[in-house]
């Protein structure tokens, strides 16, 4: 059986919402990207509009009591921090670690699949290692200027494709 059927929460509260709330740093970078590519106004209205959507989606799962002690009360809360950190709008890596401990507690229930923690640990930081290098190499005119923005795109893809392995 699929995880997120069998997650059954209170209010319809499914791990497959949660997950859509696990977009760390995700709001600024799609408004950074869509105002290069159209004008500010469009983008930070797509990232604005996003961030209610965050909002409404982690306070969705919160409108009812949750038992304290079920598996459902650590879902709600690692929705709650990662909607927290999605909807901060200066946030990176390095401010998600508080997530790895319900990650880790969902692991051990055997809801979120074994390597999920690890995953959140190891992924960015081996982006941010290939992006520092890349970096470096640009710096050192080995690589051309106009791949400047690759070691930021880097970094943010990896945290964004976790995020997405997530949902999945």
């Known amino acids: 059986m699929p995880v997120h059927q069998q997650v059954k929460a209170v209010g319809q509260c499914s791990l497959k919402t949660i997950r859509a709330s696990l977009t760390v740093k995700f709001h600024r970078m799609l408004a950074l990207h869509l105002s290069s590519l159209t004008n500010p ?47 901060a709008w200066h946030s990176h890596i390095h401010t998600a670690p508080f997530l790895i401990p319900p990650l880790i507690l969902l692991e051990r229930q055997h809801i979120l699949p074994k390597h999920t923690p690890a995953s959140w640990v190891f992924i960015p930081a081996l ?17 051309p200027k106009a791949m400047g923005e690759l070691p930021d795109f880097i970094r943010s893809f990896s945290e964004f494709a976790l995020n997405l392995y997530l949902f999945f």
Request: aromatic residues 8%.
């Open 127 to 143: 982006a941010f290692i290939i992006a520092t290098m890349l970096a470096s190499a640009i710096q050192a005119d080995i690589l």
């Open 41 to 87: 106004l469009i983008g930070g209205s797509i990232a604005g509009a996003c961030m209610v959507v965050t909002i409404a989606a982690a306070l969705y799962v919160w409108r009812r009591p949750i038992d304290l002690h079920s598996t459902t009360f650590f879902i709600a809360l690692l929705g709650l921090l990662a909607a927290t950190g999605a909807v």
